[in-house]
Nanobody
Framework: QVQLVESGGGVVQAGDSLRLSCVAS????????VGWFRQTPGKEREFVAV????????VFLDSGKGRFTISRDNAKNTVYLQMNDLKPEDTADYYC??????????????????RGQGTQVTVSS
């Protein structure tokens, strides 16, 4: 069982930056697909970004393109989500999810076997 722990969320002002971390208990975390999702009460869950086991990255969220970057540090078993120029509409609970296999439908949260508890990001205007 892989444990994922997110951190780095907080309350910030519009225009600020945050770097979210997703730390895994699994030493071979570098072999996993890792995605970031966000959820706001009353809204649909959104797929934010993904990084493959080979380091290929993609930001899916249209509003995040140019502002969000996903990366990983395999030595630290950690995947990051760097978020710049934050906007109030970025307010959400952000969580990471991981899968040990190649994902064709990487935008579907249920495809990931493991997920963390999430970290709250609140952006004030």
């Amino acid at each position: 069982q892989v444990q994922l722990v997110e951190s780095g969320g907080g309350v910030v002002q519009a225009g600020d930056s945050l770097r979210l971390s997703c730390v895994a208990s699994e030493r071979t975390f570098n072999n996993y697909f890792v995605g970031w999702f966000r959820q706001t009460p009353g809204k649909e869950r959104e797929f934010v970004a993904v990084i493959s086991n080979t380091g290929v990255t993609e930001v899916f969220l249209d509003s995040g393109k140019g502002r969000f970057t996903i990366s990983r540090d395999n030595a630290k078993n950690t995947v990051y989500l760097q978020m710049n120029d934050l906007k109030p509409e970025d307010t959400a609970d952000y969580y990471c999810a991981a899968a040990a296999t190649f994902l064709y439908r990487k935008w579907i949260a249920e495809e990931y076997r493991f997920r963390g508890q999430g970290t709250q990001v609140t952006v004030s205007s």
